[in-house]
């Protein structure tokens, strides 16, 4: 549920993985690859990566289901050369017996085929036949492909791992603040978004009278564009209450906004409000932004990219994420946990967006290790003093002992509360044996964009961001305007995506002139086309300088944002659709100096999500072992990891400004002796004068 095309992409899943399936041990190459008869059925490109890659796959655009489970897909009935209007739908083992030819074949206005002789499919093989033999023919270029694969423009012209990239990354593309609509589509964006669900349509024809951010009221209307009435002679409203700020399984907020006015009319099925990531009731997954290929100081070194400050003052590509924190009381065996501001060692000012029952007001801006919610657990009853039996006599039960237990903002995140529910046990019978309140707090992150964030074109060209400039120090056109990104020149000839440099020239073309372009995937804009228009639009705009009249490249004259003087070379410029993926360096940076450790072992826990360290495995061992670093090796092994007196001792030793104490023994020494003695083996550990050694007391 990152976005709506992920969302519909999950719904259009076929795997050969599950119960009466495959494993994914057992399947070889025959069952991964493409196969003739997948045509029109599932993508032959929208597939994982890993080791799911050919076992999952996507359904194609027109493809159904049949009521035996069979995928079928849509051909045009062809007789004596003339293509009909009359649909069939074929499963894989009928259309084996036709000759079907495909759908880009010349054809007059008639329906009939120019060709003499024609290129066909026949039982899974390539030949050409008389127009005369053809019965069917394909529907529509996009039906060999599934719905991500094609919103890309220029599809035939990429490599296919590189397209499959482009599919799968157009799923992980998180809503922006502000959508908008590519430049360069392939047609496909409304009926996608529209699809999706996201996007609020009129169930009736109607006029809209009332219009506000969470709701719009439409009156329906007849055929005549009278109002409706019912029984009782009033009109009939239909009102339709809009999403704000909900949170998806992944942490992505969606938003809906009217765009409709007051006093419009509105037929059946037409959008009244746009989604996240949709553009007047059209997909829109990512930013419009301008583009130069080429070397600049070594910061687009290994697909790594360069940003304009301006991109980040606009917020062009800062996010909104929902985050939600749970926390529960449940009975122990002490008595029950208690949700209270009342917390013990806890300042007033940690406690000041605390209303009086513990929980976070909505509306506070909370940061990292902030409390949301109050919470104190019973500790196990001491040897109470006379002292003590006094105050508990006095104040009650207050002065016993609780341990704060409260749920804070973990590291690294600050945000809004949004919202917050309360579930109680008396109100909610499903909340479990031993729970007596469920607490959730809703917190809206912004992310803007920044160094280490993961962006991508549609045609698998991704990157990640290596600096931001401002914007006087960037490239610059011959208008002054300066360029948004620059991407590296050598990520495009030996990935052979050269879809992207097509989409580059045909969406400066539509920023010139003011048009957008859907240029339908294997039946779109020739590089003439785009060529021959481009270089006409630049000179109306005095843009062309560094092409020429006979050869026309695309690639204009670019200056030094810092000098001014330019370039040596012609650059490609152009627009390109941008997205800024999942992947956020914010959300995966971590750090750690103490913190949790394993029971056994008592080496530090791995991973963010348990606050762990980073794993020094066997083979980084072996590699300072041969580098002969002995201190390292033996500081890795022992005081950084599980020896725990050690590790107690040089935290302390830090602290104080000390010199560090020597390194004891490894707990996982001690664990492997044990485990040999669990073997009945008569393992005994000595000194260096032969006198044996309590292993427990080292």
Request: hydrophobic share 35%; with cysteine.
């Amino acid at each position: 549920q990152v976005n709506p095309l992920a969302e519909l992409t999950n719904k259009r899943r076929l795997s050969a993985i599950g119960p009466g399936g495959l494993k994914r041990e057992h399947a070889r190459f025959e069952v991964r690859d493409v196969h003739h008869s997948h045509y029109g059925r599932m993508c032959p490109i929208e597939t994982p990566e890993g080791a799911n890659i050919g076992l999952m796959t996507s359904m194609a655009t027109f493809a159904k289901i049949d009521k035996f489970g069979f995928l079928l897909t849509p051909y045009r009935k062809v007789q004596k050369g003339v293509a009909s209007d009359d649909i069939v739908y074929l499963a894989a083992d009928e259309e084996e017996r036709y000759n079907i030819a495909h759908s880009t074949i010349a054809m007059d206005a008639k329906g009939r085929i120019l060709d003499e002789n024609v290129e066909i499919r026949y039982a899974g093989e390539v030949r050409y036949v008389n127009r005369e033999d053809v019965d069917y023919m394909s529907v529509s270029p996009k039906q060999i492909v599934s719905i991500s694969t094609s919103l890309i423009p220029f599809l035939e012209n990429d490599d296919a791992n590189r397209a499959l990239m482009g599919s799968n990354m157009q799923r992980q593309a998180v809503p922006v603040i502000k959508s908008e609509a590519p430049i360069v589509g392939t047609g496909v964006e409304g009926v996608a978004a529209r699809d999706s669900g996201y996007v609020v349509l009129a169930k009736h024809k109607g006029k809209v009278i009332s219009v506000d951010g969470r709701r719009i009221i439409v009156q329906r209307l007849d055929e005549k564009g009278k109002p409706e009435l019912d029984e009782k002679g009033k009109p009939i409203e239909d009102v339709y209450t809009l999403f704000k700020f909900v949170r998806t399984n992944q942490d992505t907020a969606v938003n809906q906004r009217p765009i409709v006015s007051v006093g419009e009319e509105v037929e059946k099925g037409a959008p009244i409000a746009d989604g996240p990531s949709t553009e007047m009731g059209e997909l829109a997954l990512g930013k419009n932004v301008l583009v130069a290929f080429m070397p600049w100081e070594g910061y687009n070194f290994e697909d790594a990219i360069l940003v304009n400050q301006e991109l980040l003052e606009d917020d062009t590509f800062t996010t909104i994420h929902v985050e939600m924190y749970e926390t529960i009381a449940r009975d122990t065996q002490l008595g029950p946990e208690e949700i209270t501001a009342d917390i013990p060692n806890v300042s007033k000012e940690s406690l000041k967006n605390l209303d009086e029952s513990g929980i976070v007001r909505v509306g506070a801006y909370v940061t990292s290790q902030d409390i949301l919610v109050g919470k104190v657990t019973p500790k196990g009853e001491s040897e109470t003093t006379p002292e003590e039996k006094i105050i508990r006599s006095v104040f009650g039960d207050r002065g016993r002992d609780v341990k704060d237990s409260s749920l804070k903002l973990p590291h690294g995140v600050e945000g809004r509360v949004i919202d917050v529910k309360v579930f109680e046990k008396e109100e909610v019978s499903e909340l479990g044996s031993g729970i007596n309140k469920l607490v959730k707090v809703f917190v809206g992150i912004r992310k803007p964009l920044d160094v280490g964030d993961k962006l991508a074109g549609r045609h698998g060209n991704k990157g990640v961001v290596s600096n931001v400039i401002p914007k006087e120090d960037m490239p610059f056109l011959p208008d002054g305007t300066p360029i948004q990104l620059v991407l590296s020149p050598l990520g495009v000839p030996s990935r052979m995506n050269v879809g992207q440099v097509l989409e580059t020239h045909l969406g400066w073309l539509g920023k010139l002139t003011n048009r957008y372009f859907a240029t339908p995937i294997f039946d779109g804009a020739t590089e003439d086309e785009i060529m021959t228009e481009l270089y006409e639009a630049r000179k109306k705009f005095g843009l062309e300088d560094g092409d020429s009249e006979d050869l026309k490249t695309g690639k204009v004259t670019l200056r030094d944002g810092r000098t001014g003087s330019p370039f040596d070379f012609p650059i490609v410029v152009g627009i390109m659709y941008m997205l800024k993926l999942v992947h956020i360096a914010k959300d995966k940076i971590h750090a750690r100096s103490t913190g949790p450790y394993s029971l056994i072992h008592q080496q530090p826990l791995g991973g963010k999500a348990h606050f762990g360290g980073q794993r020094f495995g066997e083979m980084e061992v072996w590699a300072l072992e041969a580098y002969g670093a002995a201190h390292t090796l033996n500081e890795m092994l022992t005081i950084k990891s599980d020896d725990i007196k050690g590790r107690n001792d040089v935290y302390k030793a830090i602290l104080k400004g000390i010199n560090i104490p020597e390194p004891g023994i490894p707990e996982s020494f001690k664990v492997l002796i044990k485990e040999l003695q669990g073997l009945s083996l008569d393992v005994k550990v000595f000194d260096q004068n032969n006198v044996e050694l309590d292993v427990d007391k080292l």
